[in-house]
């Protein structure tokens, strides 16, 4: 069973970083993608970025593109989202997400596991 854990949410003022931390436990994942999403109060959720685990390629939506990194640590088996320069509009609850079946591409859309998310807050 895919248990992920999210960690690294908080306040943050706008032009400020954080780091998320996603601990994937339950599987071997050398054969997984991993994701970040987010979901703003009233709006859907949002693919955000996607990683390899084997492989480490990454995909990201443009709108977090050199702004966002999405990383992952095969020993500890932890994927990262680091988050710099953030906007009051990046205030969502941020999830990770795990998939085995659509590659980095059907991530997309959807996930087959996901964490329970943690809130990201950015104030003006």
């Known amino acids: 069973q895919v248990h992920l854990e999210e960690s690294g949410g908080g306040l943050v003022q706008a032009g400020g970083s954080l780091r998320l931390s996603c601990a994937a436990s339950?599987?071997?994942?050398?054969?997984?993608?991993m994701g970040w999403y987010r979901q703003a109060p009233g709006k859907e959720r949002q693919f955000l970025a996607a990683?390899?685990?084997?492989?480490?390629?990454?995909y990201y939506v443009d709108s977090v593109k050199g702004r966002f990194t999405i990383s992952r640590d095969t020993s500890t088996n932890t994927v990262y989202l680091q988050m710099n320069d953030l906007k009051p509009e990046d205030t969502a609850i941020y999830y990770c997400?795990?998939?085995?079946?659509?590659?980095?591409?059907?991530?997309?859309?959807?996930?087959?596991?996901w964490g329970r998310g943690t809130q990201v807050t950015v104030s003006s």
């Open positions: 997400a795990a998939d085995d079946l659509g590659g980095i591409a059907g991530m997309i859309a959807e996930a087959g596991y």
């Open positions: 339950g599987r071997t994942f050398s054969g997984f993608d």
């Open positions: 990683v390899n685990w084997y492989g480490g390629n990454t």
